[in-house]
């Protein structure tokens, strides 16, 4: 869609999960497999208080994407894709930047990772990375299912399950600013 500055926002990325690490070094060789230039700005925070769920009811991770949101705006950043480390987080983006009055997908475009169920149905929709988790859970049940029980002795069992994840498309992104 012709964008070449990105914001990644995310939660603390050496905390509870490599996922988050993993995600940003898979966006940084996609960019160089697509001969563009690593202009990704990360944005992250210090907060060491990850928790299911604050006192407002809101979720950890959905106030740290409206918080860096915030940050991002006030300072002037040229980015104009912003992608959260997972849904929650780009929900959070896409909530501060509509309360903010800024045009999503006219400003800036927003994507997250894992396509929960709030993707498809917030306005716009949020285009999202399906990892294809109900296919994954179901591809691991199976194999233990199946698998033969093995002394404590025997040969290690080791399999390998690849898919390819996809990326679902929705509202929230769209070409790049003129301006850009």
């Known amino acids: 869609m012709g964008h070449r500055r990105f914001a990644f926002i995310s939660t603390q990325s050496d905390q509870f999960t490599l996922a988050r690490q ?3 070094e898979g966006l940084r ?3 160089k497999a697509c001969g563009k230039a690593d202009d990704i700005e990360v944005l992250t925070t210090d907060e060491k208080w990850e928790v299911d769920g604050l006192e407002n009811g809101q979720p950890y991770e959905y106030t740290i994407g409206r918080m860096l949101t915030a940050d991002f705006l006030a300072r002037g950043s040229r980015a104009t894709a912003l992608i959260g480390v997972n849904d929650i987080t780009a929900l959070g983006i896409l909530q501060e930047l509509q309360e903010r009055r ?3 997908p006219q400003e800036f475009s927003v994507c997250g990772f894992d396509n929960i169920f709030q993707a498809g149905i917030v306005t716009p929709g949020l285009t999202t990375v399906d990892h ?5 859970c179901r591809v691991a049940v199976d194999m233990v299912v199946s698998h ?3 002394p404590y002795a025997s040969a290690p069992y080791v399999s390998v399950v690849e ?3 996809r990326l679902i498309v929705r509202g929230s992104t769209g070409p790049v600013p003129a301006q850009n």
């Open 148 to 150: 033969p029980v093995m």
């Open 22 to 24: 993993q995600r940003l």
């Open 163 to 165: 898919y390819m994840p």
């Open 132 to 136: 294809q988790l109900r296919i994954r």
């Open 29 to 31: 060789r996609q960019m």
């Open 102 to 104: 800024r045009g999503v």
